[in-house]
């Protein structure tokens, strides 16, 4: 009688799957929230500024978070926490990032692309770069949340999207209304918190990649 080779198809390796680093959120979340507040109370009574401006302490953060997140996807994947293509992808999409956000790649595009290409006429066009954030970024936490290992880690992750398309749906608010002008005034204070929602969102899927464990 042959015997065959039983064919695994989870992904994780059976039995117990190694724990996670359950401190590294609360930790990370807490510095952020410190970091932010600070600010505001920094530049109070115009607690406004910490958080609007290109040059702003939130938009340092922002930048140095997604750094952040490039470097830490390279040591997961060095480590073998991630599948490599799976960190490789990361870690050019985290750089991507980092450098647009660092030298308002986006911007550009958005204000100045109608001086290369008469189809900038279009809204949906200037706000290509954005509108890819989020349709990429669903797919690539898609295939992020299948190389997690842990429940309360995927959940980090996807509240990061949450928080990250929220920050998109500010930034796009005035052109869609624009359009539709049946459609409310932004709130002020979401306009003004806007950096702060990316660096949330930033952080919360920092904290879920630091929580993965190592192989074991």
Do not use: Y
Not at 88 to 111: C, I, N, P, R, S
Not at 149 to 170: E, K, N, P, Y
């Amino acid at each position: 009688m042959s015997h065959h080779p039983i064919l695994q198809l989870s992904d994780n390796p059976p039995g117990p799957r190694p724990a996670p680093h359950r401190w590294v959120a609360p930790a990370l979340l807490g510095a952020v929230a410190g970091f932010l507040l600070f600010s505001a109370w920094i530049f109070a009574p115009g607690w406004e500024r910490a958080f609007r401006s290109d040059n702003s302490p939130a938009s340092w953060l922002s930048s140095a978070l997604l750094l952040t997140l490039c470097i830490t996807a390279l040591h997961l994947t060095a480590e073998r926490c991630l599948p490599w293509r799976l960190g490789a992808w990361l870690v050019l999409a985290f750089g991507a990032l980092a450098l647009d956000e660092q030298f308002m790649l986006h911007e550009m595009w958005k204000f100045r692309c109608h001086e290369w290409i008469d189809a900038c006429r279009w809204s949906a066009v200037r706000e290509a770069p954005m509108l890819a954030v989020a349709l990429v970024g669903l797919v690539t936490l898609a295939w992020l949340h299948r190389a997690l290992s842990h429940r309360r880690t995927r959940c980090l992750l996807w509240a990061g999207f949450a928080v990250g398309l929220a920050a998109i749906a500010v930034d796009q608010w005035p052109e869609v209304q624009s359009q539709w002008l049946w459609l409310p005034q932004l709130p002020p204070l979401l306009a003004t918190l806007e950096e702060a929602l990316e660096v949330v969102a930033e952080a919360l899927v920092l904290a879920a990649l630091l929580r993965q464990p190592g192989v074991r």
